[in-house]
């Protein structure tokens, strides 16, 4: 029966669709429509016809786990995206950025479906929404909507497909929630036929780290990452035996391709570690939280991914991790080398459709030791690292033999041996928890780890100096910080106020306060940025006694700069069709735009990842005539306006 009626439905949709191919109007159910609760999910496109994804759900993203399936297009913009199941339109959002235009339909089971990245709103709903957003004075809006408002049944065209917010090319995104707000893998509970999955999840890389300082791998402390050979079949495999001793993590780049020749890869989300055998961790990400999506920076290699974009997974549970995907792991998933035998690990993973891969290896016991004839020559004096509790320094030798180092801390010193060395490098190992070293001299060096205090996660706190200022609320770390601060002026004379490391991720935003050493004529247009290379962020920021001070939830360099330039409008269009320009601000970034036609309001729409906005007439009929006015403001105040009459 349910086949039955995918294929009827999708019928109907694709000869309406082929009848109207510019405009599809938004069908919605009479009021008095009986729902039918036992109702069985259908795909929102072309139901009943194959399909193809882009995206699945509990996937990696740089800063959240991706909530639902991104449902593919083929780069074309006017899909007609049906209800999968009766139920009415509880929320509308439009947004530049983000999901873009989204329709919620709950259903009478409580359940929501969420369709996101849609080109505009239709029909009835359109008309309400086009209404509202003249009353609001803006294109950005959130509306709840009564049940007896916009009801729809299952089938019925509530939108099309489109482009809008930060979605990368054409596509729908389409999330299934439980009463309760959390987002369930669509793949498992409804089951589409239509974009079947027989491809098993490929392994890529696997990465082996030491979780302390008395632990090594290949006889050297730190992340080590190993290249996975396909062994044939779903079998993946490192060749050689890996040498460890000591507690160590494993991580994995896995990726589950969606269809044979595609350039897409979904999640892997169920991922079990055996050693010898026996159980030690596992994941199953089957439902994600909406409000926890943040928490996937303890899932992943946050270093990692900041370093050079790769995605890995940790398969064991570190530090702040809270999430509830592991309520079956017997373990954490850190595994303590048995130093009386070799070890086979095997990682079996499986995707939504339960196709299953394995990617195995050996850990060979090795004791620890300090002549280590690998390590490779440095092409700096020195550098230094922290992982866990451990900072690592990094010394080119400078000689034949092997010389102590002096640690500075508090004004008294003590001589340290390197851990492990060779005529290469020494490797100093010190354990952060016992000793904040102020200053470290070995070779001629005297290195400043700037390292200022320990900030304990899961409490609020105050850090306090001279020129910087940082307020912890709590929650706000995952793990305990060694907070590293500095300060430079610049041969400019730009002042750069070092606050941790881009590659330490925050929960939640941190008050900052600076006190600059430069003396600045306080404008709207001074304001706080978070600067990488010649990329700037605008922060902001209030000026208090001859301090400023602001929030950021990402660690990192931050500057002062004055923007003082204009930001530009360039013409598209503007005749009595519409009006089209492309809008751009070099520095601070556009804050907001408004538009009028005689004096009167003209709505703008805002295409963030485009830089492009567009009128929409509230009376489409009437052509646009008469005096045109846009004004578009940046962030630190400054205004350009653009003015036509339009004959």
């Known amino acids: ?46 139901p009943g016809k194959p399909g193809s994804l882009a995206g699945t759900m509990g996937e990696l993203r740089s800063t959240h786990f991706h909530s639902g399936i991104d449902i593919r297009t083929n780069n074309t913009i006017g899909y007609p995206v049906v209800a999968s199941k009766s139920g009415y339109i509880s929320r509308v959002t439009s947004s530049p950025s983000g999901y ?26 359109g008309e309400y929404i086009l209404n509202e957003q ?40 389409f999330d299934i929630r439980d009463p309760q707000n959390i987002a369930l893998d669509p793949l498992k509970v409804a089951n589409f036929p239509e974009v079947p999955d027989r491809l098993a999840p490929a392994a890529e890389k696997l990465a082996l780290r030491t979780l302390d300082i008395n632990s090594r791998i290949n006889d050297r402390f730190g992340r080590f990452e190993f290249h996975a050979a396909n062994k044939g079949g779903n079998r993946y495999a490192i060749a050689s035996p890996i040498l460890a001793s000591g507690l160590i993590g494993i991580e994995v780049i896995a990726k589950d391709r969606l269809a044979p020749g595609s350039p897409f890869y979904g999640a892997v989300n169920y991922i079990d570690v055996h050693v010898d055998s026996q159980l030690v961790f596992s994941q199953a990400i089957d ?13 992943m290699d946050f270093k990692t991914m900041r370093n050079n974009g790769n995605r890995f997974y940790k398969l064991y549970i570190d530090d702040g991790n809270n999430l509830k995907f592991y309520k079956d792991s017997p373990g954490n998933g850190k595994i303590r080398i048995d130093n009386k035998k070799e070890s086979l690990i095997e990682i079996t993973m499986r ?100 390292l200022k205090q320990s900030i304990p996660s899961g409490t609020t706190y105050k850090y306090y100096s001279d020129m910087i200022e940082v307020e912890f609320p709590e929650e706000s770390l995952y793990d305990t910080l060694y907070l590293h601060t500095d300060y430079n002026q610049l041969k400019s004379g730009t002042e750069v106020f070092t606050i941790g490391t881009r590659t330490t991720p925050l929960n939640k935003s941190v008050r900052i306060s600076l006190k600059p050493q430069v003396k600045y ?32 939830r990402e660690f990192g360099d931050f500057t002062i700069l ?52 567009w009128s929409e007439q509230r009376n489409k009929k009437i052509p646009l005539k008469g005096k045109f006015e846009l004004t578009v403001t940046d962030n630190a105040g400054n205004k350009s306006t653009f003015t036509k009459t339009i004959p």
């Not at 009353?135 to 809008?164: C, H, M, W």
């Not at 020494?426 to 000793?435: A, G, P, S, T, W």
Request: proline share 5%.
């Open 134 to 173: 003249y009353n609001q004075r803006s294109s950005a809006i959130d509306l709840y909507f009564e049940p007896d408002q916009f009801k729809v049944k299952q089938g019925d065209t509530i939108a099309l497909s489109g482009n809008s917010g930060s979605s990368g090319g054409p596509h729908v995104h």
């Open 521 to 552: 004529e306080v404008s709207p247009t001074l304001g706080v940025y978070r600067t990488i290379g010649r990329s700037h962020t605008y922060l902001g920021g209030e000026w208090i006694n001859g301090k400023v001070h602001f929030y950021s």
């Open 1 to 46: 029966m349910r086949n039955y009626l995918k294929l009827k439905l999708g019928s109907i949709v694709t000869l309406y669709f082929a009848l109207t191919p510019f405009f599809v109007c938004a069908q919605f159910s009479k009021p008095d429509v009986k729902f039918i609760a036992e109702e069985e999910w259908i795909y929102p496109v072309y």
């Open 287 to 299: 439902k994600v939280d909406i409000t926890e999506t943040r928490s996937i920076l303890t899932l």
């Open 351 to 450: 995707d939504s459709y339960g196709n299953k891969s394995m990617v195995s290896f050996h850990v060979k016991p090795t004791p620890v030791i300090k002549d280590v004839r690998t390590l490779e020559a440095m092409k700096t004096p020195f550098y230094a690292d922290i992982s866990e509790n451990t900072y690592e320094l990094n010394v080119k030798s400078c000689g034949d033999s092997i010389r102590a180092a002096r640690m500075y801390v508090q004004g008294k010193f003590v001589d340290i041996e390197p851990d492990y060395a060779n005529i290469n490098r020494e490797v100093y190992l010190i354990d952060l928890r016992k000793n904040i070293p102020d200053s470290i001299v070995v070779c001629g060096n005297s290195i400043y780890p700037r």
């Open 100 to 125: 873009g235009n989204i329709i919620y339909i709950t259903h009478p089971d409580k359940h929501t479906t969420l369709y996101a990245h849609l080109d505009k709103f239709n029909g009835a709903l």
């Open 562 to 613: 004055e923007d003082r330039e204009d930001p530009s409008i360039r013409v598209i269009n503007a005749d009595r069709i519409g009006a089209r320009f492309k809008i751009k601000d070099n520095l601070s970034g556009i804050d907001k735009f408004e538009a009028s036609i005689n004096g009167e309001f003209l709505l703008m729409h805002y295409d963030a990842k485009t830089a492009t906005i």
